[in-house]
């Protein structure tokens, strides 16, 4: 068997950030070296604590987790308590984690991990607001070649935004950390609302993990029901959209989706439009081409990917 993939989740759990860490913890091909909790959804405070919990969960208190950026590099902080509830965790009852947190600043971990590991040996994975990751990449320029990728949630071109009517939560939270993230030219793979809209937790879908019988099994139905009732609502669907498993999916089973290598650019100075990812789908612009966007999922292999890994924690 290949070695394991080198991978650091950057996340600001979140009921689907939950859900890909699961994910990611549950696959022998990935190698988790740290989960780096950004505030995004709810504040620092409350993501860090969330990552340990979810660790916890998994059975894997092993996994190490830092606390990283507790704002924005240029705004406040905006945060979704009217969709993921008062913890970022709302649904199933999860105990105060018993593992610590990391002394080290996350920021300083991303650098410090990717100057050791052999170039491009690591993968970043960004579930939120990508503020650790740009503050890593102000504080030391030489780890973006040492990079092997960057796979984030994040924006939206077809399906426009879904915190303003042009911007994405993650994105528009902190436009001017993606704006560095974008501009970097470390290779970019961005599952943004185009191709997580196509992946909704239908009744159906859902019953899958709640049938399991496994304390997982059984957190993971309820994450979903708390989660999905605000995108139910909103778009009048059988089931939200599952954004962040979209990216560990993506490392485990890349067939499952399907883009275009395209030129994104990040608004960064209108308030009307702020946060907005233009993705140049038809390569207009001239300028360079940063970033695989993905448009389409196969939404039952992508379920049935998730199911068949969440049954073995």
Not at 70 to 93: N, S
Not at 140 to 150: D, K, L, N, Q, S
Request: charged share 20%; glycine share 8%; proline share 7%.
């Amino acid at each position: 068997m290949a070695a394991a993939r080198k991978i650091i989740i950057d996340t600001d759990p979140g009921q689907d950030d939950a859900i890909a860490i699961l994910l990611a913890l549950a696959s022998p091909e990935l190698d988790v070296l740290g989960l780096t909790a950004v505030a995004g959804n709810v504040p620092l405070a409350l993501t860090e604590k969330n990552a340990r919990k979810i660790c916890e969960l998994a059975g894997q208190p092993q996994t190490r987790v830092f606390a990283g950026a507790v704002r924005p590099l240029a705004r406040p902080l905006v945060t979704a308590e009217h969709v993921h509830g008062r913890t970022g965790l709302d649904g199933p009852d999860l105990p105060e984690p018993t593992m610590s947190l990391e002394k080290q600043y996350a920021v300083d971990f991303i650098v410090e991990t990717l100057m050791r590991e052999p170039a491009g040996s690591v993968t970043l994975c960004a579930l939120g607001p990508l503020t650790n990751l740009a503050l890593a990449m102000i504080r030391e320029p030489a780890i973006v070649p040492r990079i092997g990728e960057i796979v984030l949630m994040g924006g939206g071109y077809f399906e426009q935004g879904n915190v303003t009517p042009s911007a994405e939560f993650n994105i528009y939270v902190d436009p001017q950390a993606a704006d560095v993230v974008f501009s970097a030219g470390a290779p970019i793979v961005m599952m943004p609302l185009d191709v997580t809209h196509k992946a909704l937790t239908t009744r159906k879908r859902v019953d899958v993990f709640r049938v399991m019988g496994t304390r997982v099994g059984t957190a993971t139905a309820e994450l979903l029901d708390f989660f999905e009732r605000f995108d139910e609502q909103k778009y009048g669907t059988d089931g939200g959209p599952l954004h962040d498993p979209c990216v560990i999916a993506y490392l485990l089973e890349p067939t499952l989706f399907s883009g275009r290598h395209c030129n994104v650019a990040v608004e960064t100075r209108s308030e009307l439009t702020m946060g907005a990812t233009v993705v140049d789908w038809w390569h207009v612009s001239g300028r360079p081409r940063n970033a695989m966007v993905m448009r389409d999922i196969d939404a039952d292999g992508f379920f049935a990917l998730i199911a068949e890994r969440l049954a073995r924690l």
